[in-house]
């Protein structure tokens, strides 16, 4: 339960510094660059492809 937690909390880190920079990124004095597309769109693929493992990991464990 612990390890859960843990996980959920820094998935809920990761939301709010995602939010965070897409605020940011509407503010029209803010002079984003591509530094910060280019880690918001990293964000995304990672957010995705950890979601996917975990996905497959919990259908292994309900199949074996």
Known sequence: RLFARAQA???DLGH?????ARAVQRIPDARCNGD???A???AAKIKHAQ????TSQGI???ID
């Open 16 to 20: 709010l510094g995602e939010a965070t």
């Open 40 to 42: 918001l769109d990293y």
């Open 9 to 11: 909390d820094i998935a």
């Open 36 to 38: 910060m597309h280019a």
């Open 60 to 62: 292994h464990a309900i």
């Open 51 to 54: 979601k996917d493992f975990l």
